[in-house]
């Protein structure tokens, strides 16, 4: 039973009457009557009231949506009584904070079901986080005639909406296609190098290398002819998507593991638009999601289902067990992409006495979600110029302890990151570190560069 407004109304309105007792007898006898009449009217009320007992709540299936985009999440909910009163009053929807409910406010619906009948309810959902956001019940509140009073009853109504990975990045697609087209496209590479494909023969130009020269071709047809190649298709591509700890630090108002993901979708559609194959391999102790042999226009809806429901483990991640898996999956050459934060305390002790292992056969590029604060704190150094009176007395005084502590700080953990970049290149690796907004970008162009190249 739930007590509403008019309820605490009417006890309040027992003043008058408890004031006016001791005119006509005790003066506890008007406090009593009047509180006769409360309960009386609450419990009148109250068996008046329709049963949320006979409601039968169903929802309907929500189809997945982005993070930050609108999403209505309908329910049904049925009179299963032949007979009986209507049920009047309210109904929450129960979505969690991160569901981002905006209407109506806080999910609460007015409620006029009568017996045998049906109503549909609609909550207009717009999600603050990524992943499966779960409701699991609604609550009914059954208000009698008198508004006094109300039964409420808490009925089962599981569901979920998934919130996809928003793929902010995409925006960067078009330039990335336009620069692989230039590659890969109506010009082809002219010029002869390790891992490309031949494309086609055409007439000798000045400056062409002699060792493209196809002398069947020139005997054919009397004139100088070269092959022309271009970047090699069909090669692998795996992404490996470190979910362990390092992965649950914060850039801005995101995980790491957020804008790593971005970047893999960027990547994952400019490599399928190449004619490559991408897997995605999602693991810190023990494998989170993998994706096999998807190719585009499938690629992208698969990455993204498989990647919605990641979250940072607390664990370390287990490069050896990496190491095992990337063998089993890639038994040639590929190239592979490591989306892992280069962490000087973690990567040391676990990625980089396995890292050799890995460049020895495939092409490895490393991505890291640097973080732009640690540049704003080494930049917080502390002034001490100055003229005159003003300048010696700061002398005097000194710099701001605090400052220059936190620049210290700062300039230690940047030159720990790039000697530990450093030994990441001399293993044979390509790195990109760069903050959430310039990783997808770069890291598609470190790919192109390696394709152009033919390393891969």
């Given at each position: 039973?739930?007590l509403t ?14 004031a ?10 008007g406090?009593v009557?009047?509180?006769?009449v ?8 109250v068996?008046?009231?329709?049963s949320p007992?006979?409601l ?8 997945p949506?982005?993070?930050?985009e ?43 079901v ?6 549909r ?8 986080r990524?992943g ?5 019940a ?14 409420q009853?808490t ?6 909406v998934?919130?996809l ?8 697609l078009p ?9 890969d496209?109506?010009a ?11 494309d086609?023969?055409?007439e ?6 002699a ?17 022309t190649?271009?970047p090699?298709r ?6 490996v998507?470190?979910t ?8 801005g ?10 970047a893999?979708?960027?990547?994952a559609?400019?490599?399928?638009a ?14 989170r999601?993998?994706?096999?042999g998807?190719?585009p226009?499938?690629?992208l809806p698969?990455?993204?289902?498989a ?11 287990d490069?050896?067990a990496?190491v095992a898996?990337?063998r ?16 000087a ?15 020895a056969?495939?092409?490895v ?9 640690l ?7 502390p002034?001490?110029q100055?003229?005159?009176r ?17 620049a ?19 293993a044979?690796a390509?790195?990109?570190d760069a903050?959430?907004e ?5 890291l598609?162009?470190a790919?192109?560069?390696?394709k152009a190249?033919?390393?891969l």
């Open positions: 039973m739930a407004g008019r309820w605490v109304l009417l006890v309040a309105l027992g003043v008058v009457p408890a006016l007792a001791p005119a006509v007898g005790p003066w506890w006898s406090v009557a009047w509180a006769v409360v309960v009386v009217a609450t419990a009148a009320d068996a008046l009231a329709g007992r006979s039968e709540v169903r929802r309907e299936e929500l189809p949506v982005r993070l930050g609108p999403v209505e999440a309908p329910l049904v909910v049925l009179s299963t009584a032949a007979r009986g009163r209507r049920v009047r009053g309210w109904l929450r929807d129960a979505w969690g904070p991160s569901a981002g409910v905006t209407s109506p406010p806080g999910g609460r619906h007015r409620l006029d009568p017996a045998g009948e049906r109503r309810l609609v909550t207009h959902l717009r999600p603050v990524r499966d956001r779960p409701v699991a609604v609550v009914v509140r059954s208000v009698g005639p008198l508004g006094l009073a109300a039964r009853r009925l089962p109504a599981p569901g979920r998934r919130v990975p928003p793929f902010t990045s995409r925006r960067h330039a990335a296609l336009e620069r692989l087209r230039t590659l496209g109506s082809s590479v002219q010029v002869r190098g390790q891992g490309t494909e031949f086609s023969l055409r000798w130009v000045d400056g062409d290398d060792r493209s020269l196809d002398w069947r071709a020139t005997a054919r047809r009397g004139t100088p002819v070269v092959r190649w271009r090699e069909d090669r692998r591509v795996l992404v998507l470190d362990s700890r390092t992965s649950a630090a914060r850039t108002d995101a995980p790491r593991l957020d804008a790593a993901m971005d893999a979708l960027l990547l559609a400019l490599a399928g190449a004619g490559d194959r991408v897997d995605l391999l999602a693991v810190d102790r023990e494998v999601a993998s994706v096999v998807q190719r226009p499938a690629l698969a990455l993204v289902q990647m919605a429901p990641l979250e940072p483990a607390l664990v370390e991640a490069w050896p990496v898996q990337v089993r999956r890639m038994p040639h050459r590929g190239l592979l992409v490591l989306l892992t934060p280069l962490e305390a973690a990567a040391e002790a676990s990625l980089l006495p396995v890292l050799s292992t890995l460049t056969k495939h092409a590029l490393v991505g890291s979600v640097a973080d732009p604060a540049d704003a704190l080494a930049e917080e150094r002034s001490t100055g003229a005159g003003r300048g010696r007395a700061a002398r005097a005084t000194g710099p701001d302890a605090t400052d220059a502590y936190t210290a700080a700062g300039e230690r953990t940047r030159l720990e990151r790039a000697a530990l970049t450093a030994l990441v290149r001399q044979g390509a790195v990109v903050g959430p310039q990783l997808p970008p770069r598609a162009d790919y192109l560069a390696l190249a033919g390393r």
